[in-house]
C-alpha cells in the first residue's frame, strides 16, 4: 500500500505570492489532516477533511485555506505569503475507525518564504 | 482547553541509561493519548497508544489519571533510539501534538 504522497517537496516563495499544496492520502482513507510543524512551535493543526467537508480547524488566519476532492486527495493553500509561513507543512491520513484514531503522515512540503 | 505539554526539549542519556520522556495533559473528557516518533530522515510515525497497553521496541507507556500523564520509559537506551519524540492527545478527529522532544542516545 502506497504512503501518503506530498508534492512538491521544498519550494521557495516571496512575501506575498501564494503557494498551493497537495496530498494523496492511502488508498481508503477518507480524512486528511494538516500540519505546520516549526522547530519553535513544534506541530500545530490546521484543519481536517473527511468526505469532502472541512470537520476541523485550527487557530490559523483565513489566509490558510483547504479543500479536498471526492478521491480523497487535498489541497491547502497559503495566500499572501509571510516570513512566519516558512515551515514544514504535514499532511496526515487516517481511516478514523473507532479502534485507530492512528495518523499516516507523508513527508511534508518545505516551504521558504523570502 | 485541550493542551498537551512536553516540559523537556532535549533529553540526553547514554547507552544502556533508562529514559523518561515527559508527557502531562489537559483534557476534561477520556483521553486517548499516543507517542510518535520521528527518525532523522523519516516521516512520522505512530510509536505507540495507550489503549493498546503494548510495548513498541522496549517503549510503553502508562496512563495515569490522576496525574493527568503519560509518560513514555524505557529501561535501557539504544543509539537507535535517538529521535524527536511528540506525545498526543486525541480530540475528536485531530490530534493535539506536544511541542516534542529530542532525544540523544550518546555512546
Known amino acids: 500500500k502506497a504512503g501518503v504522497t506530498q508534492t512538491p517537496r521544498y519550494l521557495i516563495k516571496t512575501r506575498g505570492q501564494q503557494v498551493t499544496l497537495s496530498c494523496s492520502p492511502i488508498?481508503?482513507?477518507?480524512?486528511v489532516s494538516w500540519y505546520q510543524q516549526t522547530p519553535g512551535q513544534g506541530l500545530q493543526f490546521l484543519f481536517e477533511y473527511f468526505s469532502e467537508t472541512q470537520r476541523n480547524k485550527g487557530n490559523f488566519p483565513g489566509r490558510f485555506s483547504g479543500r479536498q476532492f471526492s478521491n480523497s486527495r487535498s489541497e491547502m493553500n497559503v495566500s499572501t505569503l509571510e516570513l512566519g509561513d516558512s515551515a514544514l507543512y504535514l499532511c496526515?491520513?487516517?481511516?478514523?475507525?473507532?479502534?485507530?484514531?492512528?495518523?499516516?503522515f507523508g513527508e511534508g512540503s518545505r516551504l521558504t518564504v523570502l | 482547553a485541550q493542551r498537551v505539554t512536553q516540559p523537556e526539549k532535549l533529553l540526553s542519556v547514554f547507552k544502556g541509561a533508562p529514559v523518561e520522556l515527559k508527557c502531562n495533559y489537559s483534557?476534561?473528557?477520556?483521553?486517548?493519548l499516543f507517542w510518535y516518533v520521528q527518525y532523522s530522515r523519516q516521516r512520522l510515525q505512530l510509536l505507540l497508544r495507550?489503549?493498546s497497553r503494548e510495548s513498541i521496541k522496549g517503549f510503553t507507556a502508562d496512563l495515569n489519571k490522576g496525574e493527568t500523564s503519560f509518560h513514555l520509559k524505557k529501561p535501557f537506551a539504544q543509539e537507535e533510539d535517538s529521535a524527536m519524540y511528540y506525545c498526543?492527545?486525541?480530540?475528536?478527529?485531530?490530534?493535539?501534538f506536544g511541542a516534542g522532544t529530542i532525544l540523544r542516545v550518546k555512546s
Open positions: 498526543a492527545l486525541r480530540y475528536g478527529n485531530k490530534l493535539v
Open positions: 488508498s481508503g482513507h477518507r480524512s
Open positions: 496526515a491520513s487516517s481511516s478514523w475507525t473507532s479502534q485507530a484514531g492512528e495518523l499516516f
Open positions: 483534557y476534561s473528557g477520556s483521553p486517548e
Open positions: 495507550h489503549i
